[in-house]
């Protein structure tokens, strides 16, 4: 159960005057590993079995240890409350909205990056201040599309489109020729449609996407990411390729509902692509397929991080904190049974990107941010109120695309490049 929940815009404002924090560093990670801590978990689903197995794994390995963890549902909206405490456990993963110049305030450091560069994926550029890791990625993703290969099959559709107008058609063309839904939005949640930011990257099959974001006055110009990406949504509600009432999509039900051919598409990280299969009728129905456009002749596709392990910076027992990330990034085998990218950069690619491979997708990781930039496009994202890892604003879209709201998608894109300058104007 991935799940972004609410990145608050007003986050980081929330915490900057919070003053929580930062202020109770207990010596770092040094020390004996023993005693009591307690992990919070997004993963409500799997917490009171496969989590459970971790918990006695480790508790073996390291007598005298025992791990206690709590399962949050809402994890972005209630974890960003409690960290205006110092009460938000030992170990957590990283909320999405808090940016870079924050992590110090909430986290300890794990190393530097040159120290985990060669064993780690994911540690040049993410959650990363002034050379210091704050974080180590649960499991790696790539981006593209889950869908029900049966379901397009019978649409007559056996290879991956290579434009947003083609994609459209094979759309058109699963709605026509069978009963699906060509494409679920999982617009209720919020957090599914956060998931498109993730091809930030991807279009453009550049590494420095995310550095040119933040120096760019008008990302949703045609021809650039933003415009492509949100363009593509707003046309696939707009010729009726969705579901019929967003406002009544459920997360839990759509696992299920593109594993029996009930839905033929998501867009989601290929983290979702073990849970899709696992609530599938065949699981070899389940497969990924790379965002629609190509560079050069190819597909590409982002290789990222998805949520970070990190230590509370208030924690008493910084010691066993850590060694319970080391032990569940190196050992746990999390990654590969979920169907990730391994962190641990001598772990081979999962056998659920065999579809990207297969079309000789070309994986990339984006470039780390020069310094004193880190963080900086988020940062211009959220000063807008345009909180461009939450779901809100392509929620507007959404509204717009189906009828709801009276916008064009022009005047959407207007008005977001508007915000958009304005904000990057505000941060120096």
Same mark, same amino acid.
């Given at each position: 159960?991935?799940?972004?929940?609410?990145?608050?815009?007003?986050?980081?404002?929330?915490?900057?005057?919070?003053?929580?924090?930062?202020?109770?560093?207990?010596?770092?990670?040094?020390?004996?590993?023993?005693?009591?801590?307690?992990?919070?978990?997004?993963?409500?689903?799997?917490?009171?079995?496969?989590?459970?197995?971790?918990?006695?794994?480790?508790?073996?390995?390291?007598?005298?240890?025992?791990?206690?963890?709590?399962?949050?549902?809402?994890?972005?909206?209630?974890?960003?409350?409690?960290?205006?405490?110092?009460?938000?456990?030992?170990?957590?993963?990283?909320?999405?909205?808090?940016?870079?110049?924050?992590?110090?305030?909430?986290?300890?450091?794990?190393?530097?990056?040159?120290?985990?560069?060669?064993?780690?994926?994911?540690?040049?550029?993410?959650?990363?201040?002034?050379?210091?890791?704050?974080?180590?990625?649960?499991?790696?993703?790539?981006?593209?599309?889950?869908?029900?290969?049966?379901?397009?099959?019978?649409?007559?559709?056996?290879?991956?489109?290579?434009?947003?107008?083609?994609?459209?058609?094979?759309?058109?063309?699963?709605?026509?020729?069978?009963?699906?839904?060509?494409?679920?939005?999982?617009?209720?949640?919020?957090?599914?449609?956060?998931?498109?930011?993730?091809?930030?990257?991807?279009?453009?099959?550049?590494?420095?996407?995310?550095?040119?974001?933040?120096?760019?006055?008008?990302?949703?110009?045609?021809?650039?990411?933003?415009?492509?990406?949100?363009?593509?949504?707003?046309?696939?509600?707009?010729?009726?390729?969705?579901? @019929?009432? &967003?406002?009544?999509? *459920?997360?839990?039900?759509?696992?299920? +509902?593109? =594993?029996?051919? $009930?839905? /033929?598409?998501?867009?989601?990280?290929?983290?979702?692509?073990?849970?899709?299969?696992?609530?599938?009728?065949?699981?070899?129905?389940?497969?990924?397929? @790379?965002? &629609?456009?190509?560079? *050069?002749?190819?597909?590409?596709?982002? +290789?990222? =991080?998805?949520? $970070?392990? /990190?230590?509370?910076?208030?924690?008493?027992?910084?010691?066993?904190?850590?060694?319970?990330?080391?032990?569940?990034?190196?050992?746990?085998?999390?990654?590969?049974?979920?169907?990730?990218?391994?962190?641990?950069?001598?772990?081979? +690619?999962?056998?659920?990107?065999?579809?990207?491979?297969?079309?000789?997708?070309?994986?990339?990781?984006?470039?780390?941010?020069?310094?004193?930039?880190?963080?900086?496009?988020?940062?211009?994202?959220?000063?807008?109120?345009?909180?461009?890892?939450?779901?809100?604003?392509?929620?507007?879209?959404?509204?717009?695309?189906?009828?709801?709201?009276?916008?064009?998608?022009?005047?959407?894109?207007?008005?977001?490049?508007?915000?958009?300058?304005?904000?990057?104007?505000?941060?120096?």
């Amino acid at each position: 159960m991935r799940k972004y929940g609410i990145a608050g815009t007003a986050l980081a404002l929330l915490l900057a005057v919070a003053g929580c924090g930062g202020g109770d560093d207990e010596g770092g990670t040094d020390g004996a590993i023993s005693g009591e801590i307690t992990v919070l978990t997004q993963r409500t689903d799997i917490v009171n079995t496969v989590f459970q197995e971790y918990k006695k794994k480790f508790e073996a390995k390291y007598p005298g240890t025992t791990v206690k963890f709590e399962a949050i549902t809402d994890y972005e909206g209630e974890v960003r409350i409690r960290m205006n405490t110092k009460e938000y456990g030992d170990v957590l993963l990283i909320p999405n909205s808090v940016t870079d110049d924050l992590l110090p305030n909430f986290f300890e450091p794990l190393g530097t990056v040159d120290e985990l560069k060669d064993k780690y994926r994911f540690v040049r550029n993410e959650k990363v201040l002034d050379g210091k890791v704050y974080g180590l990625s649960i499991t790696g993703n790539a981006q593209g599309f889950v869908y029900n290969k049966k379901v397009w099959q019978q649409a007559g559709i056996t290879a991956p489109p290579k434009t947003p107008t083609e994609f459209l058609a094979a759309l058109t063309a699963i709605r026509d020729k069978t009963d699906a839904i060509p494409l679920y939005t999982n617009y209720k949640d919020a957090w599914p449609l956060s998931q498109w930011e993730s091809f930030r990257g991807v279009v453009s099959g550049d590494p420095d996407a995310a550095i040119k974001l933040a120096k760019d006055d008008a990302p949703w110009a045609p021809g650039k990411e933003h415009h492509i990406i949100d363009s593509l949504i707003f046309d696939i509600v707009q010729q009726g390729l969705t579901e @019929p009432d &967003p406002t009544t999509t *459920n997360w839990e039900q759509s696992k299920g +509902m593109i =594993g029996t051919g $009930k839905v /033929a598409t998501m867009m989601l990280g290929s983290w979702a692509v073990v849970q899709m299969q696992d609530a599938a009728t065949n699981k070899a129905d389940i497969g990924y397929l @790379p965002f &629609p456009l190509q560079v *050069n002749g190819k597909f590409h596709t982002v +290789m990222g =991080g998805d949520y $970070k392990n /990190a230590i509370n910076v208030n924690s008493k027992n910084k010691a066993t904190a850590r060694a319970w990330i080391d032990w569940f990034t190196d050992e746990s085998n999390y990654s590969v049974d979920q169907g990730g990218i391994s962190t641990v950069i001598s772990q081979a +690619m999962p056998a659920t990107l065999a579809d990207l491979t297969a079309v000789n997708t070309e994986f990339i990781e984006l470039s780390p941010a020069p310094k004193g930039e880190e963080g900086l496009a988020d940062k211009i994202g959220n000063e807008a109120e345009i909180a461009l890892n939450d779901g809100k604003y392509r929620q507007r879209i959404v509204d717009a695309a189906r009828g709801a709201k009276k916008e064009t998608k022009d005047e959407i894109f207007a008005d977001l490049n508007k915000k958009w300058s304005d904000a990057k104007s505000r941060i120096k």
